[in-house]
């Protein structure tokens, strides 16, 4: 079945620095990739929809300029924390889409950000 | 503005027993419905769905029913294992879109 890779898994990083996520479809193209974060008891909220080789479409609230994201390729997407701050700290996961239909949402495993 | 609700933030059933999780939700636009698994520290996995012109759908040990006219959806498991204890999320998109609003999830613990 259709395998998405997320990495890192965990990385604590400093205030102020930048951190990159990478989403990467392992057996198939992935037209759109979505990027979602998710706070202790919370669902899962969508930061931004990445179609490759265009700009990523950000949801009403999301910083565009703060949470970059680059979808290059059929197969990667990545997501950039830039001058990350304590609040940044929290579980982003990607899924990855084939073309049409919901049947094609596969998940990453998921990044553990904790910014000190 | 919450359009995709998970009332019961946990539950707690016997193996063996049926496990039901419930989902309403607001926006009358929603035609496509999902269930979600997650286990800590996991991207969720996807289970079953249900489109709008069904009221069910099964798989196996898993059925989702859609009340449209009461905007609830369940998700029963039977029998419920130690190993479907996880988080359960519900999720829906609206006209073909592939955008997802997920419900809090619930915490389903299945209890040997």
């Known amino acids: 079945g259709a395998v998405v890779s997320q990495h890192p898994s965990r990385v604590i990083c400093k205030s102020g620095t930048s951190v990159k996520i990478e989403c990467r479809s392992l057996d198939f193209q992935a037209t759109t990739m979505f990027w979602y974060r998710q706070f202790p008891k919370k669902s899962l909220m969508l930061m931004a929809t990445s179609n490759e080789g265009s700009k990523a479409t950000y949801e009403q609230g999301v910083e565009k300029d703060k949470f970059l994201i680059n979808h290059a390729s059929l197969t990667l997407s990545t997501l950039t924390v830039t001058s990350a701050h304590p609040e940044d700290s929290s579980f982003y996961i990607c899924s990855a889409s084939t073309l049409g239909g919901n049947y094609g949402y596969t998940f990453g495993s998921g990044t553990r950000l904790t910014v000190v | 503005d919450q359009q995709v609700k998970q009332n019961s933030p946990s539950l707690s059933v016997q193996e063996g027993r049926i496990s039901i999780l419930n989902c309403d939700y607001t926006?009358?636009?929603?035609?496509?419905f999902l269930w979600y698994k997650k286990y800590p520290a996991e991207g969720p996995t996807f289970l079953i769905s249900i489109s709008s012109i069904k009221d069910k759908n099964e798989d196996g040990r898993f059925t989702v029913f859609l009340n449209k006219s009461a905007k609830h959806l369940s998700l029963h498991i039977v029998p419920s294992q130690p190993g479907d204890s996880a988080v359960y999320f519900c999720?829906?998109?609206?006209?073909?879109?592939?955008?997802?609003?997920f419900g809090k999830g619930t915490k389903l613990t299945v209890n040997p």
């Open positions: 999720a829906a998109s609206a006209g073909g879109s592939e955008k997802l609003v």
């Open positions: 926006n009358s636009m929603f035609d496509y």
